[in-house]
């Protein structure tokens, strides 16, 4: 059928109308084209693929926002009691930020990616879920567990990222994003990156630490990368590492490395985009704000 929907897609090149009448998801129908640039599978020839990567250029940016904030998680890593003798998950940070986004007002919530842990217990070692074939039944109660307890909002436009541990339900054919969209509307992004701009500024939204294993990434020129699966907040040129918000912690003992969220805010200028980060961090189970934010300024 892909090859169907991509002869289709180079003879209309009308992305949204196949897109509806094969019934995917955005995200489902970038990786088909992204598949189909980076492999031979179809024998597309090299003006084919041209026309694809200009279709995926077009299509790519997942949502458009102006001078609204956006609340920025990630690395959540739930359901992980079922494998541990004491309960890691934090909950209660998640239930936390949605509250603070109500009384902010801030209507976009993003999660970078690492809802879910995907990990079971074989012989006392923690392994991948995909380790053994037979833990269907158990990454079906994970991602199950996940689903029952996370919370949705009609005041707040969600959207989630899936990073390397959420594609090991992947193996089970259970695609968590997609059963977030079915059960919670909850905007999926796809794996491992996406697209979206801010006053028609591109920020690549990645989770990944090795940005050559994704495959489009330099596809859409973009001025600004979001990074979760760092688990430390972190500010660098053109670069912003989102901490954690629950699961294990890599680094509790360094700057930036204790659970937290990320807000930004966007101003529109004269001659250039300014997105202002403001970091939140856990201090004897409170949230306080870092005294300065990280801005960045963006070119027009």
Same mark, same amino acid.
Request: hydrophobic share 35%; aromatic share 16%.
């Given at each position: ?43 597309? /020839? ?159 939204? /990645? ?94």
């Amino acid at each position: 059928m892909n090859e169907e929907i991509i002869r289709e897609l180079l003879n209309t090149r009308d992305f949204y109308n196949i897109m509806y009448e094969y019934n995917l998801y955005k995200y489902d129908f970038l990786d088909i084209i992204s598949n189909c640039i980076y492999s031979n599978a179809f024998k597309l /020839e090299d003006k084919e693929k041209e026309v694809l990567k200009d279709i995926y250029r077009d299509n790519g940016c997942m949502f458009k926002i102006k001078d609204d904030a956006v609340v920025f998680i990630s690395d959540t890593h739930f359901d992980y009691s079922s494998l541990d003798k004491h309960d890691i998950n934090r909950w209660d940070l998640l239930y936390y930020v949605l509250e603070f986004c109500k009384d902010k007002k801030i209507r976009y919530l993003i999660h970078g990616g690492d809802i879910g842990d995907g990990t079971i217990q074989v012989n006392g070692v923690k392994k991948p879920i995909n380790f053994d074939e037979g833990s269907y039944e158990l990454a079906r109660r994970q991602v199950n567990n996940i689903l029952n307890k996370y919370p949705s909002s009609l005041e707040i436009y969600q959207s989630v990222l899936g990073g390397n541990h959420d594609e090991r339900y992947l193996y089970y054919d259970i695609d968590i994003l997609k059963e977030f969209a079915d059960k919670k509307d909850i905007y999926p992004l796809g794996f491992k990156q996406a697209f979206f701009s801010v006053f028609n500024k591109t920020i690549s939204l /990645e989770h990944e630490n090795r940005p050559y294993r994704i495959k489009c990434r330099n596809l859409i020129s973009h001025d600004l990368t979001i990074h979760g699966h760092s688990h430390i907040a972190l500010f660098q040129d053109n670069d912003v590492y989102l901490p954690a918000l629950g699961g294990f912690l890599n680094h509790k003992n360094e700057k930036g490395g204790e659970f937290g969220f990320l807000v930004m805010y966007p101003y529109n200028e004269r001659e250039l985009v300014k997105l202002e980060f403001e970091h939140y961090y856990l201090r004897d189970e409170s949230f306080v704000k870092e005294d300065n934010p990280y801005v960045y300024k963006l070119k027009k």
